[in-house]
């Protein structure tokens, strides 16, 4: 049986049985004396007659001294009045009088029932009553159970409606496990998803602008190039070389584009893993970058041994690496150095490139790892700012996380960190 089965058996169960023993103990209670009515009646009936028997035989001072020395035994409101019409006690004696008639004179002798409030008359209606208010209790706070949550998911529907995809109704639940909770919960899920669809559907338009932004350049340059030759074919040589160039920067930049574009659509995707050594891999793109260093008078400093044999998609981490590491080269100083090092853990991989180059603000740390993006302190040296973007996404794709930080003695720090295992669908406890 569901648990919100059992809530509401519970809680009518234990209302009825509550309700069954509050009217056992009523009943009980205003019944502890039996026949009170009658009991009461019969005690007016005995005062009455013995204070007119006393009245007859020893005269109305010794009645009334009776009634003022009893008034704490006997019931209140015992009266004696006189009338001088003798006939007047021809009246016949009811439940609540007596007449006497001593020397002439008519005695009339007063005990009317008491008027105060009992509960005999509202016996009957007692268990009633009980039930009344017993199930009005247990409706109010089943309604309010049942309500409250529905409120919550009114609330939340009305927030997706308005575009409001990062509102959530799971911690409002107050500890509640039913199906209930259950359904909040994949609410959040559900709202989660839309948060990211619509995050990508931003980002997704975020990369168009910023693509047809970037190509306007390189196809300016064509455009010009095809310009001159018309004007001056004489110069077919320099404007193909110019023309190759800028084909060139036009195929790296899609190039990029469609990898970053593949990463961001199949995240949901399975990765294609396999198992690989990634500080061998980091050395073989170091190899290269130290080749290249040289014409800037760079040297490559790393502390980078042993072995991280890892579940990964090569061609996604080597990008990821190289993307890095070039960045280094790029934009550190001329005659610097670059700083590479790795420390390998069982589960994890962090591996830490530093540069000596101008470094970024420090409000700029994450803003470097969107596309089309670069430090405004960076020298301009090609590239069009989707390397990290791809770093990022590459690595957040299986499970792990880079982060941006600026060292002691200037520079840029990009930290990368590696699972051995990547989680399904890159869904790892990732901060950016």
Known sequence: MPRLFWKFFTTIWLTMAATVGVIFLLVNFLQGVP?????????????????????????????????????????????????????ACAVPKTADT???????????????ARANFTFDNLGPFIPWIAILISSTISAGALAR???????????GLS??????????????????????????????????????????????????????????SPLSRLQAAVGVLRQSPAKLGAM???????????????????TLARLTTGSG???????????????EILGDAAFEAQAREVSITTSV??????????????????????????????????????EAAAERLKICVTDQGPG???DELERIFQPFSRGKEAVPRGGYGLGLAITRQAVERHGGRVHASLPDGGGLAITLELRRRPTPHGSADHQV
């Open 305 to 342: 041994e042993g072995t991280f044999r890892a579940e990964v998609e090569g061609e996604l981490i080597y990008r990821a690496l190289e993307n890095v590491v070039r960045n280094a080269v790029k934009y550190t100083a001329e005659h610097s150095h670059i700083s590479v090092s790795c």
């Open 35 to 87: 026949f009170a009515r009658e009991l009461d009646e019969e005690r007016r009936a005995i005062t009455l007659n013995l204070t007119a028997n006393m009245l007859a035989r020893d005269g109305e001072d010794a009645a009334r001294y009776f009634v003022r020395t009893s008034e704490e035994t006997l019931p209140p409101g015992l009266t004696i009045s006189k009338t001088a019409k003798a006939d």
């Open 159 to 216: 927030a997706l409606a308005h575009g409001r995809f990062d509102f959530r109704i799971g911690d409002k639940m107050a500890g509640r496990k039913d199906e209930v909770t259950a359904l909040a919960h994949d609410f959040d899920s559900s709202a989660a998803r839309l948060q990211e669809l619509q995050e990508l559907q931003d980002a997704q338009q975020r990369l168009f602008h910023d693509v047809s932004h970037e190509l306007r």
């Open 269 to 283: 995707l399975p990765l294609k893993t396999q198992a690989l050594d990634v500080i061998e891999l980091l050395n």
């Open 98 to 112: 007596r007449s006497v008639l001593k020397d002439g004179v008519c005695y009339q002798i007063s005990l009317p």
């Open 360 to 362: 970024v603000r420090r």
């Open 145 to 155: 159970y049942l309500i409250r949550p529905v409120v919550h998911l009114r609330d």
């Open 240 to 258: 193909l070389d110019r023309m190759d160039r800028e084909v060139e920067r036009l195929d790296a930049l899609v190039g990029e584009v469609l």
